[in-house]
Nanobody, 125 residues
Framework: QVQLVESGGGSVQAGGSLRLSCAAS????????MGWFRQAPGREREFVAA????????GYTDSVKGRFTISRDNAKNTVYLQMNSLKPEDTAIYYC??????????????????WGQGTQVTVSS
């Protein structure tokens, strides 16, 4: 069992930055690929970014490429999402998720085994 707790959300103006953190419980964090998803009001949850167990491989949805960076620190059981040049359309609840896998990462929600409770990000124009 893995428990995930997100933090770092908040309210910023367009063009600003936030760094989200997701702390995982357990001693097997390094065996999980990690992902960030988001859900805006009235919309379906969507993929944002993901990273493999080693941190060497990652992927992003097109709308955040060049602005967001996913990283992880396996010694701290934590995955991060650095968000720069934020736009109002980035406003959403952001969720981190863990997928038990030995290589690669997933972009589909159904591929993840554990989810955090979410953290709100609000970007004003």
């Amino acid at each position: 069992q893995v428990q995930l707790v997100e933090s770092g959300g908040g309210s910023v103006q367009a063009g600003g930055s936030l760094r989200l953190s997701c702390a995982a419980s357990g001693r097997t964090f390094s065996t999980y690929a990690m992902g960030w998803f988001r859900q805006a009001p009235g919309r379906e949850r969507e993929f944002v970014a993901a990273i493999d167990w080693s941190g060497a491989g990652n992927g992003y949805t097109d709308s955040v490429k060049g602005r967001f960076t996913i990283s992880r620190d396996n010694a701290k059981n934590t995955v991060y999402l650095q968000m720069n040049s934020l736009k109002p359309e980035d406003t959403a609840i952001y969720y981190c998720a863990a997928a038990k896998m030995s290589w690669g990462f997933r972009r589909n929600m159904g591929g993840y085994d554990y989810w955090g409770q979410g953290t709100q990000v609000t970007v004003s124009s």
